[in-house]
């Protein structure tokens, strides 16, 4: 096999919802790679997820252009992973989401969860990071303090249990932490990054109503969901900004747990990178365009892209068409990647303690 050594693009894996829309601004708004990516048959559907690391999606160049992703995970192991994070699936799920309307109310177990209802599973902690937010955006995100489960059954069996969650005006740029057990859903009018451990085990609160493309209500997960709910859980929401200079522009350090690492980029100049020898990254273009470069050639980026860079890759370089922001996403060493470098930069730990989730 040909070694993976350079920065390699993903097509993301386009999919409809009921609470989805058609119009896929800011990141896809008027690209006709959206339409390509889509069977005929749901090209007029309302796209709701953007999945950039399903298992699904195609490598568009390099070795294993043509190729979907848990193939190259299953041939390439730790070639593409790194030592640090092989396994038999790609470590992090990102998407991107657009909605039109209120998603369902959910909660989702931890790793050990999981596996004990479904062995062989892992669990789901995730984070939000807010692109855009409508005159409409809210978001549910964990139960108002005095709440108990068996208030959250009846509210589930009524249709009503919105009223028993924290609700939230989300901003542009707000991060959202949401460790597993935390009960939330997004509504309407919002452009949402998503990252999250790669799973897509989730147990259904409240559909408020809703019915599925078959015409029938869609089943709930209420005494599964309420097993694994945290009911204490506090909403961690807007968290703290750390945004320091770089060379290149800024980096923003959004958030960090075991589990990933987010960090924004932003490029005004050129970008020098180097790959990390012992894991792969994600890089996500959240906006602008330009060039990936390496020492063998180029390769043009835009809004929306998720390219992986395995640990061959070595060193490349970004260069902005102007100004552009693109989210870094990896699996860390919470120690080295975030604690360290945030100390060295004279942040506080008090500020740090709000980025950095154990």
């Not at 848990?70 to 396994?87: F, H, I, M, R, W």
């Not at 290149?248 to 960090?256: E, N, T």
């Not at 390496?294 to 068409?321: D, N």
């Amino acid at each position: 096999m040909k070694k993976l050594d350079s920065p390699l693009l993903l097509a993301p894996v386009f999919e409809p919802r009921l609470w989805g829309r058609q119009d896929l601004t800011p990141i896809y708004g008027g690209d006709p790679r959206v339409s390509a990516a889509l069977p005929a048959a749901l090209r007029h559907e309302t796209i709701a997820e953007a999945w950039l690391t399903d298992n699904a999606a195609r490598f568009l160049n390099g070795p294993v252009a043509g190729s979907q992703l848990k193939d190259v995970v299953q041939a390439y192991g730790e070639e593409l992973l790194g030592p640090a994070n092989a396994g038999p699936r790609f470590p992090i799920l990102a998407k991107f989401l657009f909605t039109s309307a209120w998603l369902s109310v959910q909660v989702h177990p931890n790793d050990a969860q999981a596996h004990e209802s479904h062995p062989g599973t892992i669990g789901k902690t995730e984070m939000w990071y807010v692109v855009s937010a409508g005159r409409k955006a809210e978001y549910l995100l964990g139960v108002k303090p005095g709440v108990n489960a068996a208030a959250l059954r009846r509210a589930s069996r009524q249709g009503k249990i919105a009223a028993l969650l924290r609700r939230f005006r989300p901003k542009p740029g707000e991060a959202i932490f949401l460790p597993a057990g935390t009960v939330h859903t997004l509504g309407p009018d919002l452009v949402v990054f998503e990252v999250e451990e790669n799973s897509d085990i989730t147990y259904r609160l409240d559909d408020f109503g809703r019915l599925g493309p078959d015409g029938k209500p869609r089943p709930l997960h209420v005494e599964e969901g309420l097993r694994v709910a945290r009911l204490d859980a506090p909403p961690l929401r807007n968290l703290a900004r750390v945004e320091l200079p770089e060379p290149f522009g800024s980096r923003r350090y959004v958030l960090a747990c075991r589990y990933f690492a987010v960090e924004l980029l932003t490029l005004n100049r050129c970008a020098q990178m180097t790959s990390a020898s012992y894991r792969v990254e994600l890089l996500v273009v959240l906006s602008g365009s330009g060039r990936v470069e390496t020492a063998s050639g180029w390769w043009g980026f835009r809004s929306g892209e998720p390219w992986l860079i395995p640990p061959g890759a070595g060193k490349y370089r970004l260069w902005p068409r102007g100004q552009a922001k693109i989210f870094r996403c990896y699996v860390p060493n919470l120690d080295e990647d975030f604690l360290q470098p945030l100390l060295r930069r004279k942040i506080p730990s008090r500020t740090i303690a709000k980025l950095v989730f154990d």
